[in-house]
């Protein structure tokens, strides 16, 4: 009986089944498990969302803190109130967080024909802090109530709290590792493709990387514009793995949170007074310098080696990333380079005051 031949067609599906199948039950690590996922916050329960207070408008639901408008705007109002409390309780240990100056405006697609997802925009006051925002989210509606909600209500609360936009990395990266826990590996598989395609980003650029990714293509050309929305897929499971590492390390309980939290706030509180790269570096050693880590470099070479761990069989590591190694290091070497002409300036200003001092000398001798 002659042997069955396969096409392309059906020999890449046949392959694509095993990979899938491979990636979902054959490398499923302890270590994978630290990494891939931060500690689930709980969803509501009925009992909780009973007790939430809200009221209809007309067309609008009115919640406490939200003006909700869409397909199921009760409920969903409902869910928006419960993660302002939860998220506040998980992240900072305050159970009862206070309500927003102004009551954020939220907008509801709820379709399965959309991917899901949202948009919220934030705005400070003049003198400083959280003002107001709004919302835009859409999706199926458990997407919409396990994953965008929690994720876009997380930057209303880091907002609220910090009174400043965060530094993009750990604003994207927190809140897509508190989303669905399906969400959060499909994020660490992408990590994996993009590491593995040289697509990572040096820790030196992603911690310097400031503003959303609407603020940032404003004024670019189409082609720039789309390099950078392809640079910011990636930040995003790159941000959300960091988050996730720098938990594990603090055991990923209250307490590590607290520690996070805390890491950002001293990073903010020192930037206005330091450099960006020193600002970071104060923040990294208060924080996690128990751990080896005083710099950006330190930061990114332990993560490095945690995600190579942690996606390795029978103890052999299955991925190595030294392109993004080698991209930190050529930018250090940059660095210290140009610091190194900048120390020999200061050498030569300073050698020629001291001649333009002894000409003086002799001049005056001379006269």
């Not at 939200?66 to 240990?93: C, D, H, M, N, R």
């Not at 590491?195 to 990572?200: A, P």
């Not at 001291?354 to 002799?362: A, G, N, P, S």
Request: charge should be negative; glycine fraction near 6%; include cysteine.
């Amino acid at each position: 009986m002659p042997k069955k031949r396969f096409n392309n067609q059906q020999a890449f599906w046949i392959i694509l089944a095993l990979v899938v199948g491979v990636l979902l039950f054959g490398f499923s690590t302890p270590s994978e498990e630290r990494l891939v996922r931060a500690e689930q916050l709980p969803s509501p329960t009925a009992e909780d969302l009973k007790n939430i207070e809200v009221r209809v408008e007309g067309n609008i639901v009115v919640s406490e803190n939200f003006v909700v408008k869409g397909p199921q705007a009760t409920e969903i109002a409902k869910y928006l109130e419960y993660y302002k409390k939860a998220l506040s309780s998980f992240w900072l240990g305050d159970d009862d967080p206070p309500p927003y100056v102004e009551k954020v405006i939220v907008t509801i697609n709820m379709s399965d024909d959309v991917g899901a997802g949202g948009q919220t925009k934030f705005y400070f006051a003049d003198y400083g802090g959280f003002k107001e925002g709004t919302m835009y989210i859409q999706g199926p509606e458990t997407k919409l109530k396990v994953t965008v909600i929690p994720h876009e209500v997380l930057h209303l609360m880091w907002a609220q709290y910090f009174g400043i936009r965060l530094p993009y990395w750990a604003d994207e990266g927190s809140c897509t590792s508190i989303e669905d826990c399906s969400e959060r590996r499909k994020q660490a598989w992408s990590l994996i493709e993009f590491l593995g395609s040289d697509r990572g980003i040096p820790f030196s650029q992603m911690l310097s990387t400031e503003g959303s990714i609407y603020r940032r293509t404003f004024g670019l050309t189409d082609e720039k514009k789309q390099a950078l929305k392809d640079e910011n897929v990636v930040m995003y499971a790159q941000g959300a793995s960091v988050v996730q590492f720098l938990l594990s390390l603090e055991g990923d309980d209250q307490d590590a949170r607290k520690t996070f939290v805390d890491f950002i706030g001293d990073y903010l509180r020192q930037k206005n007074k330091l450099s960006s790269e020193k600002a970071w570096e104060y923040a990294l050693l208060k924080n996690y310098g128990k751990h080896g880590i005083r710099n950006a470099s330190d930061l990114q070479r332990q993560w490095v080696e945690a995600i190579e761990e942690a996606y390795s069989v029978t103890g052999e590591r299955r991925y190595e990333f030294p392109k993004l190694i080698a991209k930190d290091k050529e930018l250090a070497t940059l660095q210290e380079a140009l610091q190194e002409i900048e120390r020999k300036s200061e050498e030569l200003k300073a050698e020629q005051k001291r001649l333009e001092e002894e000409l003086e000398v002799l001049r005056s001798k001379n006269l």
